[in-house]
């Protein structure tokens, strides 16, 4: 099967040139003449049925809003007035060229692999009553720290503190109820998969959508070409990324996993499986204190889970797809007096396909932390920082 590579260019403009009024409009900062992006397709291409799994991936990067300056100025030196320079609507190549654009990394494969697994493990819990059980020895010290920062009491590691409360506390809490509200959809639709599984399925899903990164770089500058020492326009530059993972999968029941027979026996073993009542090892790892913290940064957590999964399990095909939107704009930005700029805003997409046949777990490092992950951090370490401070002047 040939390997295929296609690519165009898009939207090409004729950036109009800076120029001088007082000397016959000679040109005096060129604007840019290209165009502002490129797409391209790599794939394969195969005789029908198309039954072959194949890798993917589609790529476009495109400025979809140049920056064009507006209005006129006059440029001083030492005092003197040199020149009056109008802008014309001039387009420069910083801020129209699809090559200034960043370039997105290339996905962890093998931790979306794992993940994969894990999610379509059939004995994986939809909330664990154990482990519920286990963490609500916690609930006094939660409600004690609510009632000092309602009561304006509260220490000063109490404020971090707070984060960590919800986000450890709170929110799980009000998801697991939130869960056992709507236990009985999830027994229905655990024993649906299972008999799914049992005649061998196609499974879909979603592992991760929303907010990646999200970053202010240093300030962009645009200096003047014949003079560089000046600037003319300055900007905040913010990145934002957006990933979506997803799969496809054949699986089916292990050889030797049987179900059974019986509806009500079946929804008996989704109601142990779906509260967490049944013998499953990777579940031991949550109860293990600071193991969050390295599912942080790895995914011990979900090769466990994989591994487990794989007993009852046999995944012959899957396919991971993954999408990167990067989106980059310009913020607080400043000209010199006299001169307006337009808004810049540019897009990189990355759409991947990944095949993989008889797929096995891996352990691996996790690809970004998310918000709600980073902010968890700063807020332990400055609770720690508050809380030690305070035992020392004591």
């Known amino acids: 099967m ?40 790599n794939d394969t291409t195969m005789p029908k049925p198309y039954t072959s799994d194949h890798t993917l991936r589609v790529f476009k990067s495109q400025v979809s809003e140049p920056v064009s300056f507006s209005g006129s100025f006059r440029f001083w030196n030492t005092g003197t007035p040199v020149v009056d320079v109008s802008m014309n609507g001039h387009v420069p190549k910083e801020y129209s060229n699809p090559f200034y654009l960043p370039s997105p990394p290339e996905p962890a494969w ?55 409360a ?13 869960t056992l509200f709507d236990i009985a959809k999830k027994i229905n ?13 196609k499974i879909k899903r979603t592992l991760r959508s929303g907010l990646a990164d999200s970053s202010s770089s240093v300030t962009s500058l645009y200096s003047l ?19 979506k993972v997803w799969y496809t999968a054949n699986a089916k029941l292990a050889p030797g996993i049987t179900l ?6 079946l929804k008996s073993l989704s109601t142990r499986i779906s509260l967490g009542l049944t013998s499953n090892p990777a579940a031991v790892w949550d109860f293990v204190p600071w193991t969050w913290l390295i599912d942080y940064f790895g995914n011990v957590g979900d090769f466990m889970q994989a591994n487990v999964g794989q007993v009852y399990t046999q995944c012959t095909r899957l396919n991971i797809m993954h999408k990167s939107e990067i989106t980059v704009t310009h913020a607080a930005s400043q000209c010199v007096p006299g001169v307006q700029a337009s808004q810049y805003v540019g897009i990189v997409t ?14 691996a490092v996790r690809p970004f932390l998310g918000a709600a992950q980073s902010l968890a951090l700063e807020s332990l370490v400055t609770a720690r920082a508050f809380g030690a401070a305070a035992k020392a002047a004591r």
């Open 189 to 201: 639709d655990r024993s649906n998969y299972l008999r799914n599984l049992e005649r061998g399925s």
């Open 110 to 164: 093998t931790y979306w692999q794992t993940k994969a697994i894990a999610n379509m493990s059939p004995v994986r819990a939809d909330t664990g009553i154990p482990l519920f059980l286990f963490e609500f020895k916690d609930f006094p010290e939660m409600l004690q720290h609510a009632g000092r920062v309602l009561a304006r009491r509260a220490r000063a590691s109490d404020y971090p503190g707070s984060y960590l």
């Open 166 to 178: 919800y986000h450890f506390g709170w929110a799980p809490l009000v998801n697991d109820l939130r």
């Open 260 to 265: 059974p027979s019986s509806n009500g026996d």
């Open 350 to 363: 990355d759409k991947r396909r990944l095949p993989v046949s008889n797929p096995i777990p891996w352990l």
């Open 225 to 243: 070409p014949a003079w560089p020492s000046q600037w003319l326009y300055k900007a905040n530059v913010e990145t934002r990324t957006l990933v």
């Open 2 to 41: 040939p390997i295929r590579g296609r690519s165009r260019l898009l939207k090409y403009i004729n950036g109009p040139d800076a120029i001088l009024p007082g000397y016959g409009n000679a040109a005096i900062f060129l604007g840019y003449k290209g165009y502002t992006g490129t797409e391209s397709c």
